[in-house]
Every structure is written in C-alpha cells, then in structure tokens.
C-alpha cells in the first residue's frame, strides 16, 4: 500500500516569507509525528497529533511554527516568517497508534531560506 | 543537550566482514530504544528495536545489543554488504510515555565496500 507522502519534496524561499509543508499519512493511522532534521543534526521531535487528542506541541522551537491535521488524516506544518535557521529537511511520520508501533517516514521536505 | 549520542560519524567496513555502530544516552527513563537505516532522499524505515527488560535482540543479520548499566547499546550487521551502505540512526523512547516521541542521535553513515 501506500506509504507516507510529503510535497513539495524541496521548497526554497525567502528569508521572512510563510511556508506550508503538506504529509499524507498512511492510511488508517491514528498517530502522526513532525520531526526535522538541520544539517549535522539528528532528527528533532517537533509535534505530534493523536486521533482526536489535543496535540502535543512541546518541540515546536517557537511560535512562528504551527500545525493542523484536518480530519484526522492530512496535516500541514506552517512556519511563519521563516528565517535561515529554519533551513532543514522537515519529515513526517505515521503509525497506527498503538503505543511504541513502528513510526512510518516520508521522503520529506528540504527547506531552504535565503 | 544530545540524550542520544552516536559519536562516530562514520564508519568504513568491508563486504562480508562485521559492522558495529554504537550509540550512547543519558536519560534513564528511556527504556525503548530503535534503530532507523536511512537512504538519501528517503526518509528513515525502521530496521530493529529492543526494549530495557532485554539485552539483546536479533533479526537476520542485523543484532542490537543493550548494556543497560552503561547506558550503551550497539548494532550489529554481520556479514556487511554494500546495500547495507546508509546512514544509521539510534533513537529512544521514554519509560511511560504513550505519546512515542522519539528522541534519535545524530547518526553514523556506514560505508560497505567490496
């Protein structure tokens, strides 16, 4: 089936201008993960949303950076006036919701501010 | 502050031969720990995982070892082969959490010559 789809796969923009990353998640799951990842650096929790469970907003760096998850299904991470240190690939996750289930990637999205 | 650590950037091993990544943490409230094996331009797919009440778990040619009172776990892949070439990340999850947030190292990029 299916795997976990984000677009664009690379967005390029510049320095105090809005973005918006899109992550279609598996099919039927319940659980989805924004992490990111800058240059050198390992993957950073940044959200995550749980069926109909508040999110849970503790990674996101600063109020510039939010997200939604419409329908339980499709979400998107905006980050607002973006700046050079936003620069980093943005990755998506899926599972099924059931605690420590395998956490499904997509490709992601490389971000880059000039 | 890295909880996750795995200090060695890369590691260079021949085809057939053993390859061990290591990785180290510092919170003592993980106590779910996962390997991830990542491609270029893909995003990360799980590869093996081990839970604290184990010390050691294997499938295939791919063994994760926990040394638990060290605060250390390795990886091992024998023999090598030059598919296994990619980047491996190491990644823990807190004891009680039901939210899966994982926190992941930095990763090594193994290299399998032949």
């Known amino acids: 089936g299916a795997g976990v789809s984000q677009s664009p796969s690379n967005k390029v923009t510049e320095k105090g201008k809005d973005v918006e990353l899109r992550c279609d998640p598996i099919?039927?799951?319940?659980?989805l993960y924004w992490y990111r990842q800058s240059l050198g650096q390992g993957l950073e929790f940044l959200i995550y949303f749980q069926g109909n469970s508040a999110p849970d907003k503790s990674g996101l760096p600063s109020d510039r950076f939010s997200a939604e998850r419409t329908g339980g299904s499709v979400s998107t991470l905006t980050i607002q006036r973006t700046q050079q240190e936003d620069s980093a690939v943005y990755l998506c996750?899926?599972?099924?919701?059931?605690?420590?289930?395998?956490?499904?990637f997509g490709p992601g999205t490389r971000l880059t501010v000039l | 502050d890295q909880q996750v650590k795995q200090n060695s950037p890369s590691l260079s091993v021949q085809e057939g031969r053993i390859s061990i990544l290591n990785c180290d943490y510092t919170n003592s409230m993980f106590d779910y720990f996962l390997w991830y094996k990542k491609y270029p331009a893909e995003g990360p797919t799980f590869l093996i995982s081990?839970?604290?009440?184990?010390d050691k778990n294997e499938d295939g040619r791919f063994t994760v070892f926990l040394n638990k009172s060290a605060k250390h776990l390795s990886l091992h892949i024998v023999p090598s082969q030059p598919g296994d070439s990619a980047v491996y990340f190491c990644?823990?999850?807190?004891?009680?959490?039901?939210?899966?947030?994982?926190?992941f190292g930095r990763g090594t990029q193994l290299t399998v010559w032949p």
């Open positions: 099919s039927g799951h319940t659980a």
């Open positions: 996750a899926s599972s099924s919701g059931v605690v420590r289930d395998t956490q499904y």
């Open positions: 081990i839970s604290s009440i184990k």
């Open positions: 990644a823990a999850s807190e004891r009680g959490s039901t939210l899966g947030r994982l926190y």
